[in-house]
């Protein structure tokens, strides 16, 4: 609402037909009730045309006090208008109002000739009143006298002629209007009647935007988290036990990270991440072509093959747009499942078993995931995350992390939600409402920074929009 206020406020400095159209609209709103209340007047007035002696005598007197504030009034209204009609009418104003849309001057000059009408009869029926105050004030005629007096020659009555000053006085606050109706055609007036349309509702939807979201994370914080932690249950993918062989093994992560392949064996990777490469490459359209949608919702699609020869063969990656990625190398033989966020993958060495599991509830809700990606079986995976990628074992305990730093986790780990502790960064949008708790003795992966994605607004939108569908979905 402060920026729209701003704005309107540069808009009037730098316009100042906006300041002008303003004020007309002030001055149109002013002519709408006096109109109104002259128009009742004058449906008064007519009620009192055959009044008597005593009822002229307090008309006269009060046309006398009325004519000389008409007077005043009308010569005052001239001149504005004619103040008006200078403006309008300047070489500038004629050009513009040639090339736009109304004729303001042609308006206002009518105006003009009309308040110059009216100060002609406010005069006349000023000078009336004056000579029949001092018909009626004469002592030495008679009633009857002073009656015929005033209707001498066809003269109107006193109470006909405050009728026909009030329709004057009508008939000028119409001109005026239809020279104001004429100015407000012009874009300054369309502006002002658009703003004084609508402000009301802007300052409402400023209000909501400032107050309510502060509201709703606070009733997010203290009433529906501690609800949702009570009741919910934790997510298990896996409740078999894993073979006594099972082994995971977990290198540290780096920049750019070697791989070597021995004989025969396969990695498949991003196309865009694979660097230097000794050994046989081709290209492959989708990496599990049993789980099409999978792989190219995932971005696992234009992958290069490479595949070990004879001798040592050695693939590099690294990525190509982000300085900040780290990539680690993850091996492991015959594993329950290793749950990994598709977008994090960016190669895979061996033929790893890739399936789904899809899990619903308050937990799944509360995550906004109801379907995880696992990788399981024997093979390696190459993650990538953003500033470092960490593995962190719970040892039997609880960890928790922030939802959105997390890139996945061993299936033999239980999955439950917290509300985070930090309640001032949360209000102030800085961290999540709802933190990832793990518990077993096996690790999860996390980076350590989010990229922010792209920049320009709409982008932005879009960008959440199919981030979190994405999310529900496990990518």
Not at 346 to 360: F, H, K, M, N, S
Request: glycine fraction near 6%; aromatic fraction near 8%; charge should be neutral.
């Amino acid at each position: 609402m402060l920026s729209l206020f701003l704005a309107w406020l540069l808009v009037q400095v730098a316009v100042p037909s906006v300041r002008d159209a303003m004020a007309d609209r002030e001055r149109s709103e002013e002519l709408a009730a006096e109109r109104s209340a002259l128009e009742t007047r004058l449906n008064d007035l007519e009620t009192k045309v055959n009044a008597g002696l005593d009822s002229t005598q307090r008309v006269v007197d009060a046309q006398v006090a009325n004519g000389r504030r008409d007077v005043a009034n009308r010569k005052a209204d001239l001149e504005r208008l004619r103040n008006k009609e200078d403006d309008v009418c300047g070489v500038v104003r004629e050009v513009v109002a040639w090339a736009l849309p109304g004729n303001a001057c042609k308006t206002a000059r009518a105006a003009v000739a009309q308040a110059d009408k009216t100060l002609d009869d406010a005069e006349a029926k000023f000078g009336e009143a004056q000579k029949d105050a001092a018909t009626l004030r004469d002592p030495d005629l008679s009633n009857q006298e002073k009656l015929e007096r005033l209707r001498e020659g066809g003269r109107a009555t006193p109470e006909e002629r405050n009728i026909d000053s009030t329709e004057q006085q009508l008939q000028q606050f119409r001109a005026e209007q239809a020279s104001l109706a004429e100015k407000e055609s012009t874009p300054a007036g369309f502006l002002v009647a658009q703003w004084s349309r609508v402000w009301k509702i802007f300052l409402a939807i400023a209000v909501l935007v400032l107050v309510v979201p502060p509201i709703l994370r606070v009733l997010n914080y203290f009433l529906l988290m501690p609800l949702v932690r009570s009741r919910a249950r934790p997510i298990d993918l896996w409740s078999e036990p894993a073979a006594k062989d099972t082994a995971l093994v977990l290198a540290p992560a780096e920049r750019t990270l070697e791989v070597q392949l021995g004989e025969g064996q396969v990695m498949t990777a991003r196309s865009e991440h694979v660097r230097p490469v000794q050994g046989k490459v081709r290209s492959r359209l989708l990496y599990d072509w049993s789980s099409p949608f999978i792989s190219f919702g995932a971005g696992l699609y234009s992958m290069s093959r490479v595949t070990g020869g004879g001798s040592l063969t050695s693939a590099t990656l690294s990525t190509p747009d982000n300085p900040d990625s780290y990539l680690m190398r993850i091996d492991f033989v015959d594993h329950p499942g290793l749950v990994m966020h598709p977008k994090h993958v960016v190669g895979v060495v061996g033929d790893p078993e890739l399936r789904t599991a899809w899990r619903w509830g308050l937990t799944a809700l509360a995550r906004w995931q109801v379907r995880y990606i696992l990788f399981s079986g024997t093979g390696s995976l190459i993650v990538e995350g953003s500033g470092d990628v960490n593995a962190t074992n719970p040892d039997g305990g609880s960890s928790r992390m922030d939802q959105h730093l997390v890139m996945g986790f061993d299936t033999r780990l239980t999955v439950g939600v917290d509300r985070t502790e930090v309640f001032w960064p949360y209000l102030r949008g800085k961290t999540s409402l709802v933190d990832d708790r793990f518990v077993g003795e096996a690790p999860f992966f996390w980076q350590k920074s989010n990229s922010d994605g792209p920049a320009n607004p709409v982008a932005r939108a879009f960008n959440s929009v199919f981030s979190a569908l994405g999310k529900l979905l496990g990518f």
